[in-house]
């Protein structure tokens, strides 16, 4: 993984901005450790469109597409299986497919690059105030059809989800409570695991529902683990995330605690922010450069 930082573009979306003043405050009183709800201005933009996404569905490479059937329970074991509709027909039916589609690394295709660069740019002062350089940032499409289920998960990124079209409640919980990600699912995700978590009943209620319709967004914390349940009409989201030393810095340490504990060791968890996680995260980039590739 490249850890390049600070290419964005900063190309506007339009002549309004995307993230008003009192959004861009919201987002900086939370960031980064805090979920918000936030408001957006994308109003039907072409590359948004239905017709637009299965397009790039159909254009973009296989592994940066994931779908599967919508009717998923909350807690799966393991990435569930696809459902045999190519994607392209599966988008544009969304209303009736009963699926959940994700497009990965959409600026893989300039024009949607722009987007994702122009919509970062929008929020860099607030961001580099508190995690310094952008590093990363990436785009992803999220198409629901009614009622669909996104599995409790979590992910590596600092991530905002802006709703388009429809309604979905966003469920979030604490990010690095062994709780509701126990350090050993951290520790198998950063050497190459699965982001899948197990779910349990008795956590329904501890975590924060966000609720969003079209024009609304969330702000998700690096790794905090979450589920989406869709609302009655079809859905479609774009989630805009970018990495942060901060969080190399806590994805290698967890993976360095993974090493110590194969060892028989019990690591304690890495600190969240502003914890740097220096020592242990110098540990595993010695150990990557020199432990024999399996």
């Known amino acids: 993984m490249t850890r390049g930082g600070e290419r964005l573009k900063g190309v506007p979306i339009g002549e309004i901005a995307v993230f008003d003043k009192h959004t861009r405050a919201r987002f900086a009183a939370a960031y980064p450790e805090t979920p918000i709800k ?33 009717d998923l329970p909350i807690g799966v074991p393991g990435k569930p299986e696809g ?31 722009t987007l994702l660069h122009g919509l970062i740019a929008e929020l860099r002062d607030e961001i580099r105030a508190v995690t310094g350089t952008i590093h990363h940032p990436q785009g992803y499409i999220f198409i629901s059809s009614p009622n669909a289920v996104t599995p409790y998960h979590f992910d590596p990124e600092h991530n905002i989800l ?15 409570d062994a709780r509701f990600a126990p350090d ?10 699965g982001r899948e978590l197990k779910w349990q009943d008795d956590f329904a209620n501890q975590g924060a529902r966000i609720a969003l319709g079209s024009g609304e967004a969330v702000y998700v914390p690096v790794m905090a683990p979450h589920f989406v349940r ?22 290698d340490a967890r993976a360095f605690n993974g090493l110590l504990r194969g060892m028989g060791l019990s690591p304690r968890a890495p600190g969240r922010w502003p914890s740097r996680n220096s020592a242990k995260a110098l540990g595993w980039r010695i150990c990557r450069r020199i432990l024999p590739k399996s």
């Open 83 to 113: 459902t045999g509709i190519p994607i392209g027909q599966t988008i544009r039916n969304i209303a009736q497919s009963n699926s959940w589609a994700v497009l990965k690394n959409i600026e893989q295709h300039s024009p949607y690059a």
């Open 38 to 70: 936030l408001r957006h201005g994308i109003d039907d933009h072409p590359l948004l469109g239905l017709d637009a996404i299965a397009a790039l569905a159909e254009a973009l490479p296989e592994h940066s597409i994931e779908y599967n059937r919508g």
């Open 184 to 193: 050993e699912l951290h520790e198998t995700y950063h050497t190459g695991g």
């Open 162 to 176: 802006l709703q388009l079209a429809g309604s979905k409640d966003v469920t979030v919980f604490p990010a690095g």
């Open 230 to 251: 869709n609302g009655p009409q079809a859905s479609v989201s774009l989630s805009i995330t970018w990495r942060s030393q901060w969080s190399y810095a806590e994805a």
